[in-house]
Nanobody
């Protein structure tokens, strides 16, 4: 069982930056990791994912060039650096882990989920 704990959310003005962290309770060396978000009244959507070694990443189009996913396997932690934030980025962000090495953009490919952290971007 893998427990995931996110941190780093908060309230920021448009154009600002936040870095989310996701710390796992176990080693994540063989796990692909992802970030997803859900805004009120909307379905959960994929944001970014990274393969087990960090050499392969995926992003949804709306965050490309602004968000960067990375991982530190020695710390069992995955990060999401979010720059140039927009009000439409406001959502509850959750980290997920997949029992597999490849990254996928689909939430049904992930086996473990954290409770999430709220990100609110004011205009």
């Amino acid at each position: 069982q893998v427990q995931l704990v996110e941190s780093g959310g908060g309230l920021v003005q448009a154009g600002g930056s936040l870095r989310l962290s996701c710390e796992a309770s176990t080693r994540i060396n063989n796990l692909a990791m992802g970030w997803f978000r859900q805004a009120p009244g909307k379905e959960r959507e994929f944001v970014a994912a990274i393969n087990f070694a960090g050499g392969g990443t995926l992003y949804t189009d709306s965050v490309k060039g602004r968000f960067t996913i990375s991982r530190d396997n020695a710390k069992n932690t995955v990060y999401l650096q979010m720059n140039a934030l927009k009000p439409e980025d406001t959502a509850h962000y959750s980290c997920a882990a997949r029992r597999g090495m490849a990254a996928y953009p689909s939430d049904n490919k992930y086996d473990y989920w954290g409770q999430g952290t709220q990100v609110t971007v004011s205009s």
